[in-house]
């Protein structure tokens, strides 16, 4: 676990503290001399990967699609010979792999069936249920063969969906590319985990969000870098066991959230379609949907207000922009067309109320429009968090 996270420096001539080798011997150390920072863990700290050694410099590119609510899918190829899944949710809130058997019925498409598979190891636990990230369902944890679109294969434990909960399946299945809580699982059930023992690519993803189809991927490996600029790096935040980050703050208009806690993580979620705001800058910003005729519907699941108006996005160009500013990162601005998406039902907004009573665990919640902000690598064997503009 880490303690603490300080950038040092003292130029007024303050009181000191100097901290020498009996520190060092309690504690495991990290300096980040690109930030700078310098990270302290204790000792039981554990990568949830071993090193096996120089990585190579491959890299597993798949591509992704968008749809106009901003939900992005890829496919997924699983079992022996391999099966085809399309409209994949590919989710860094969860570590679990979602698949849905040919038993299923209340799944959207029922694509995947083990006894086709000559790869398909059986669970010998019962069947549970699973609610991770927005997912919900009741499953079997085998394991099969998932290959990529360059025939690259390794095996992965999933979860073979008996039963979807009809609200949160608008997807045919998830990737998950959450962060693992240990070694066993992350290699047993991370992407990322799995390339890097089997082939020696970067335990890392690299996502390149954009609101068109032919420009968006995620990559597993060493992504190049060589033609962006450097946002800002973080260890993911040590109390949270969902990749996140520290955001200081949230301005719409000249009204801000200030994040007082520096242990409330704002969480990264690639498949959840919106940002929520904390409870100041929702208000500016509702006052302002409010001026331009959106009505807002409160939801259970996805989101707690859901946005619309019959008017074009375009309308409302002239919107205030939302500032997000992080620890350590360059703040990132979001521009009404950013925020605004045009659907068959008018005009949404991708910007939503956070829940107060999930402040301490989630403080706010960064998915696709923030992901389309940037290019954001995870490295989980830093447990990093990195930012990259073009």
């Known amino acids: 676990m880490c303690y603490l996270s300080v950038v040092s420096g003292n130029a007024s001539g303050e009181k000191e503290c100097w901290l020498g080798q009996p520190f060092f011997r309690q504690y495991l150390v990290m300096f980040d001399y690109e930030l700078p920072a310098v990270s302290v863990y204790s000792k039981g700290y554990v990568s949830p990967i071993d090193p096996v050694g120089p990585v190579t410099s491959d890299v597993m590119t798949y ?44 799944c959207p498409d029922d ?35 998932f290959t990529n679109p360059t025939s690259q294969s390794v095996t992965l434990q999933f979860c073979e969906v008996t039963f979807a909960e009809n609200n949160l399946w608008s997807y045919n299945g998830a990737l998950g590319l959450g962060l693992p809580s240990d070694k066993t699982e992350c290699q047993a059930k991370s992407l990322p985990c799995a390339a890097y023992v089997a082939y020696q690519i970067e335990p890392a993803v690299t996502f390149v969000f954009t609101s068109a189809a032919d420009t968006t991927s995620f990559s597993i490996g ?31 208009d000249t009204t801000s959230s200030t994040n007082s806690n520096p242990y409330y993580p704002s969480v990264l979620d690639s498949a959840f379609p919106f940002i929520t705001l904390p409870a100041e800058a929702w208000a500016a910003y509702n ?67 956070a829940d107060p009573l999930l402040v301490e665990s989630e403080w706010s919640r960064l998915g696709t429009p923030f992901f389309r902000q940037a290019a954001i690598t995870l490295n989980y064997y830093e447990r990093t968090i990195a930012l990259y503009s073009s």
């Open 287 to 353: 006052k302002a949907l409010v001026a331009n005729d959106f009505i807002c519907i409160k939801t259970a699941y996805q989101e707690v207000q859901k946005c619309l108006s019959k008017d074009s996005c375009t309308s409302f160009s002239k919107m205030d922009d939302l500032v997000i500013e992080m620890n350590g990162i360059t703040p990132v601005t979001l521009t009404p067309s950013d925020y605004l998406t045009e659907t068959d039902d008018g005009c949404l907004s991708l910007l939503t109320e």
């Open 63 to 106: 591509a992704a699609t968008v749809d106009n609510n901003g939900y992005y899918y890829t496919d997924m190829y699983v079992g022996t010979p391999a099966q085809k899944g399309t409209n994949i949710a590919i989710s860094t809130g969860s570590v679990e792999n979602f698949v849905p058997a040919q038993s299923c019925i209340s």
């Open 222 to 252: 060493t992504y190049d870098v060589s033609k962006m600029t450097l946002m800002g790096k973080s260890i993911t935040m040590p109390n949270s066991p969902y990749w996140s980050l520290n955001v200081t703050s949230m301005t719409y």
């Open 111 to 145: 694509w995947y069936s083990s006894s086709a598979s000559s790869t398909y190891v059986a669970s010998t636990a019962a069947t549970t249920l699973v609610s991770s990230g927005i997912f919900g369902a009741a499953c079997e944890s085998p394991s099969d063969v």
